[in-house]
């Protein structure tokens, strides 16, 4: 439902969305877990950080902001996301603020670190 919602918010035509979530859901990896036919608030922390994420990715969005999205996760769980952020980056701009350098270093193309509030340094890794 949540996928539904904001497929609606960010213009996918009505009889596009069934298509639409259902294209978000295997490649944020929910599908397989079952986990569609499950409340939101019954989902594990993990599956609800791969549900937020199919939510800013679904419709196409050419601009995604991202807030930590790996904070709290297991290390296999951050990897899972790693390799989705990876292969949906093509043809949008992500932008992706993290207290993990290694993530920065993997994930980034270019790389800004701020200290406090100001820009320090901005470069290609």
């Not at 490649?27 to 549900?51: D, E, F």
């Not at 991202?66 to 990897?79: K, N």
């Not at 920065?104 to 193309?109: C, N, R, V, Y």
């Amino acid at each position: 439902e949540h996928l539904q919602l904001f497929a609606g918010f960010k213009g996918v035509a009505k009889q596009e969305v069934d298509g639409e979530v259902a294209s978000t859901l295997e490649r944020v990896g929910l599908q397989k877990a079952g986990a569609s036919a499950v409340h939101a608030g019954k989902l594990s922390g993990g599956m609800k950080r791969k549900l937020s994420l199919g939510i800013a990715f679904i419709g196409g969005s050419r601009l995604v902001v991202l807030d930590e999205p790996t904070s709290g996760l297991d290390p296999f769980s951050r990897r899972s996301v790693w390799e989705l952020l990876r292969s949906m980056k093509h043809g949008r701009v992500t932008v992706l603020s993290t207290h993990y350098m290694d993530e920065a270093d993997i994930l980034g193309d270019r790389i800004a670190i701020l200290h406090e509030g100001r820009l320090r340094c901005c470069g290609s890794p």
